[in-house]
């Protein structure tokens, strides 16, 4: 058996063209969807990796402007600029890229966020509304695994759905989001005794744990989903995923590749939150029989 690859690439663009005709919808009725994204400190994979979301934003028609602030910003400075930014009716989303400088309360600064501005899905109002099931702005990351089975017609309703990785950003909410989708859920984690018992349980297994081909091919169900969210950076410079990928390839049903893979579709969520949230400023509804990703 080799394994179905699922091109996160094309699933992500998709999701970006849709989001643009929306962007474009709303422009002409005079309301181009904003995101604010703030950087803290000199973090270069930070940088790199606001700058991409910048450029996405530009690619779909939105604007976007990217704050940054020096390391030494003071936890009550970074606090009420975040308040002004709530108070900016140009401004449809929010973003702190995480991390912060190590002494900056960033619940502090999450919570600080209009939960309607909140694209990321990190604010309390909108993680409780995820464990009872109700719509909100969820995580990005996961938010785009769950678009991917879908767009590849993963049965999800009865499966058996394992999670490796408990994460706040991705772990999680993912393993909520499977749960509201009708899934059995399994959350293994650094302490979970004979992680292979339970992997090879999965019908649909997502690796969330940070770390290099921790998943081997003996760890797999034949026939199984795998989606792989890590990103783990190699000695040679090389990235690989958490997924130990040709091995597993030749076992699963379907799998994601690193790079390739989950990583497109964060930004493509990220977008569609933030369309979203500008559609609802303007008073935007569903046209009759029109489907929305967000």
Request: charged fraction near 20%; hydrophobic fraction near 50%.
């Amino acid at each position: 058996m080799t394994a179905r690859i699922i091109d996160g690439k094309a699933i992500a663009a998709g999701v970006r063209a849709e989001t643009a005709v929306r962007a474009g919808r709303l422009a002409s009725a005079g309301t181009v969807p904003g995101l604010a994204v703030v950087i803290v400190g000199e973090d270069a994979a930070s940088r790199v990796y606001v700058r991409s979301k910048a450029q996405a934003c530009e690619a779909a028609g939105m604007r976007s402007w990217v704050h940054a602030m020096p390391a030494d910003t003071p936890l009550d400075r970074l606090v009420a600029f975040v308040h002004e930014l709530n108070l900016d009716p140009g401004v449809h989303g929010i973003l702190v890229q995480l991390p912060l400088p190590g002494r900056l309360d960033a619940r502090r600064v999450i919570e600080a966020i209009d939960p309607a501005k909140d694209v990321d899905g990190f604010h309390y109002q909108n993680v409780g509304a995820l464990v009872v099931g109700d719509p909100a702005f969820y995580p990005c990351t996961p938010w785009g695994v769950m678009k991917m089975l879908e767009h590849e017609g993963v049965a999800i309703d009865g499966a058996h759905a394992v999670v490796v990785g408990r994460s706040t950003i991705v772990g999680k909410p993912m393993a909520l989001m499977l749960l509201n989708a009708g899934a059995t859920v399994t959350i293994c984690h650094s302490r979970t005794r004979d992680l292979a018992a339970q992997t090879r349980q999965a019908d649909i297994l997502v690796a969330a744990a940070g770390r290099a081909r921790m998943i081997g091919a003996d760890m797999v169900k034949p026939g199984a989903t795998v989606i792989d969210v890590g990103i783990n950076r190699l000695p040679d410079g090389t990235l690989c995923g958490d997924v130990d990928y040709a091995p597993v390839a030749e076992v699963a049903g379907c799998i994601t590749p690193v790079p390739g893979g989950v990583g497109p579709m964060t930004i493509a969520m990220l977008l569609a939150n933030t369309v979203r949230s500008a559609e609802r400023a303007a008073g935007f509804a569903l046209a009759a029989g029109e489907t929305r990703i967000a």
